[in-house]
């Protein structure tokens, strides 16, 4: 959720992303198979981790998310 929240801060200026949505996606995920949920977060991880680095300057080089406003937990 906490990925969630950045990207629509980012994205739309709101803090928070749908809860409710949120909550069906997990649902629906957990349903196709429970350990999908796990394989999720871990790409979610790996895409902050990338973040963090600031990307592939030169190449693929991304602005800090803290220059844009922007505060991942």
Same mark, same amino acid.
């Given at each position: ?8 801060? +980012?994205? *739309?200026? %709101? ?10 996606? @997990? !649902?629906? +995920?957990? *349903?196709? %198979? ?10 979610? @991880? !790996? ?27």
């Amino acid at each position: 959720m906490d990925s969630l929240n950045g990207v629509q801060k +980012l994205m *739309t200026g %709101d803090d928070v992303f749908d809860h409710a949505f949120y909550d069906e996606l @997990l !649902g629906c +995920l957990y *349903t196709l %198979d429970s350990k999908l949920i796990d394989s999720v977060n871990g790409q979610w @991880l !790996g895409f902050r981790k990338y973040a963090e680095t600031g990307g592939d300057p030169g190449i693929d080089e991304w602005i800090r998310c803290e220059l844009q406003g922007v505060r991942f937990h």
